[in-house]
C-alpha cells in the first residue's frame, strides 16, 4: 500500500472516530431525555450511528450483488444518516434555547447547523473509506502485475531428466534385426486428455496485465448487439490473449470501450445520437 493511500486512510479512520464520539455524546442525552433507563442509554447511539458503520460493511460484501439490493443498503444507511443529524440538531438547539450565558450566544440555526457536522463527518469517513477500497491506487496495481510479470513460470523453463528405471538394469539389450513391437495407442484416453492439457496450459499461459494493456485489448474484441461493447466479448478476447481479469477491471473496461464508442460516434455524425441513448 503506498505511503499516501495508507495515510490517507488512517486520517478518514481519524475523522469517523472523533465524529462518532461527538454524535455518541448527544445521542445518549437524547436518549436521557426521552426517558431510556439506566444503562440502556450507553447503547442507544449505537443503534442509531453504529448502523451506519454496519450498513457500509453490508455495502462492501454486496459490491457485486444486483442493483436493488444495494439500493436497500442504501436506502437504510441514509436513513439512519438523516436521523442522526437530526437528533444532534435537536439536542444542540433545545440546549441553546434553555442557555442564558453572558458570553457568545449564537442563534438555534447556527447552532443546530453546526451540530450536524460530527454526524456528517462520521457518514463522510465511512463513504470515503468505502470510494478509497473500491478504487486503490494504480500505482499499486501496476507494481503488482510487475511483479508478477517478473516472476518465473517453473513449468515452462525447467526440464527434468528422466532417471533410468531400477528395474532397467538387469535386463539384455534388445536383440538388433528384432522389430519393435508397440502397444496400439489408447485413441479414447488421448481425446479425453486434450482438452483438460489445452485448459491446464490456458490457465498457466494466464497473467496480470495494467489497465492499458487490457483497453487495448477489449478494442479488438467485436460488438454486441445495437453496435455495444459486449462484455462477454470483452472477457474472451482478454483471456484468449493470456491475461487474467476480475469483475470490477471488466466492468470498468467495458464501460471505457463504450464511451469511447460513443465519442466516436458524436464526432462521426454530429447530427446523429449515439447507440442507446434515447
Do not use: C
Not at 106 to 125: E, F, H, K, R, Y
Request: net charge negative; glycine share 8%; no cysteine.
Amino acid at each position: 500500500m503506498p505511503v499516501l493511500t495508507a495515510a490517507i486512510r488512517l486520517g478518514v479512520a481519524l475523522v469517523g472516530t472523533i465524529g462518532f464520539a461527538l454524535s455518541y455524546d448527544a445521542l445518549r442525552q437524547m436518549a436521557v431525555a426521552i426517558h431510556i433507563r439506566g444503562v440502556l442509554t450507553y447503547a442507544f447511539p449505537l443503534v442509531i450511528d453504529g448502523f451506519i458503520a454496519i450498513g457500509v460493511a453490508a455495502l462492501l460484501i454486496l459490491r457485486a450483488a444486483p442493483w436493488r439490493s444495494r439500493l436497500y443498503v442504501w436506502a437504510l444507511v441514509g436513513l439512519a444518516t438523516v436521523t442522526s443529524i437530526w437528533a444532534n440538531a435537536l439536542h444542540a438547539v433545545r440546549l441553546n434555547q434553555q442557555a442564558h450565558t453572558a458570553g457568545l450566544h449564537l442563534d438555534n440555526v447556527t447552532v443546530g447547523a453546526l451540530s450536524a457536522i460530527a454526524p456528517l463527518a462520521l457518514a463522510g469517513a465511512v463513504h470515503l473509506d468505502l470510494v478509497i477500497r473500491r478504487h486503490p491506487a494504480p500505482q499499486a496495481d501496476e507494481a503488482a502485475a510487475t511483479k508478477s510479470h517478473n516472476v518465473p513460470d517453473p513449468g515452462h523453463n525447467t526440464i527434468e531428466p528422466l532417471a533410468p528405471a531400477e528395474d532397467d538394469a538387469g535386463l539384455p539389450a534388445q536383440a538388433e534385426g528384432l522389430p519393435d513391437v508397440a502397444e496400439p495407442p489408447n485413441t479414447a484416453e488421448e481425446a479425453v486428455d486434450v482438452p483438460q492439457k489445452a485448459h491446464a496450459n490456458t490457465d498457466a499461459h494466464e497473467h496480470d496485465a495494467t489497465f492499458e494493456e487490457l483497453l487495448v485489448v477489449a478494442r479488438t474484441a467485436p460488438l454486441g448487439r445495437g453496435g455495444r461493447a459486449s462484455r462477454r466479448n470483452i472477457e474472451t478476447a482478454i483471456r484468449a490473449a493470456g491475461y487474467r481479469i476480475g469483475k470490477d477491471r471488466l466492468t470498468q473496461i467495458k464501460d471505457r470501450v463504450q464511451a469511447q464508442l460513443d465519442e466516436s460516434a458524436r464526432h462521426a455524425e454530429p447530427g446523429k445520437k449515439p447507440a442507446g441513448v434515447l
